[in-house]
């Protein structure tokens, strides 16, 4: 079945540092992909999506493009701050189930210190 | 804000009790999604309605069910409660298939 393998966390960083949250998927046919954003004691929030391979979707200084031939979805930021630390999910949803469910990793961990 | 609201934001109960949670979507979405989030599981899919119907059924315990109403509010409810029942349960809404959902805030359920 469809699944999502997230890099554990927690990851710390200082501010401005370089990010990087490694995502790769197992899925059958041709899954969208995203991130979501969970901040602390909210619910999760759309972060950027991509919906075929080579789509780069980008949003606030986040970027992750899909990469078909090696099945992945990394997340980067080239310069994070104190206002960034949260915890990330990647997630796919199955186009063709005509469901809109998400299956989401795990989860990743971000604290950033000033 | 999302335009998601879920009631209640907590709950303290203990086990073999019965519980129900409700979600109301954001205005104009036919499609209510209802996830668990635990330590131990992450965020697992429990189940979908659309416009009133079920749409897809995920690790939803026999337990458990849920439903949604003509007005589309969808209620979620947990019963013979088991100390594994905490967590935290998120409602979810969207209008199409697209995968972009709207969460709401969530209901912190502790068994004791």
């Known amino acids: 079945g469809n699944s999502v393998t997230q890099m554990e966390g927690p990851v710390t960083l200082s501010e401005e540092a370089f990010l990087t949250i490694n995502c790769t998927y197992t899925?059958?046919?041709?899954?969208?992909l995203f991130w979501y954003v969970q901040y602390p004691g909210e619910g999760l929030q759309l972060l950027l999506k991509?919906?075929?391979?080579?789509d780069k979707g980008s949003n606030k200084g986040f970027e992750a493009t899909y990469r078909k031939e090696t099945t992945s979805f990394h997340l980067e930021k080239g310069s994070v701050q104190v206002s960034d630390s949260a915890v990330y999910f990647c997630?796919?949803?199955?186009?063709?189930?005509?469901?809109?469910?998400?299956?989401f990793g795990q989860g990743t961990t971000l604290q950033v210190k000033p | 804000d999302s335009g998601v609201t879920q009631t209640p934001k907590h709950l303290i109960t203990a086990t073999g009790q019965r519980v129900t949670l409700r979600c109301s979507p954001r205005?104009?979405?036919?499609?209510v999604y209802w996830y668990q989030q635990s330590l131990d599981q992450g965020l697992q899919f429990l189940i979908q309605?659309?416009?009133?119907?079920?749409?897809a059924k995920g690790n939803i315990l026999e337990r458990f069910s849920a439903q949604q109403f003509p007005d589309l509010h969808s209620e979620l409810n947990l019963s013979s409660l088991e100390l594994g029942d905490s967590a935290l349960y998120f409602c979810?809404?969207?209008?199409?298939?697209?995968?972009?959902?709207?969460f709401g805030e969530g209901s912190r359920l502790t068994v004791l």
């Open positions: 997630a796919l949803s199955d186009s063709s189930s005509n469901t809109g469910k998400l299956i």
């Open positions: 991509a919906t075929k391979a080579d």
């Open positions: 979810a809404s969207s209008v199409g298939w697209t995968g972009e959902l709207f």
């Open positions: 309605y659309y416009n009133g119907e079920e749409r």
């Open positions: 899925a059958t046919g041709y899954p969208s």
């Open positions: 205005s104009g979405d036919l499609s």
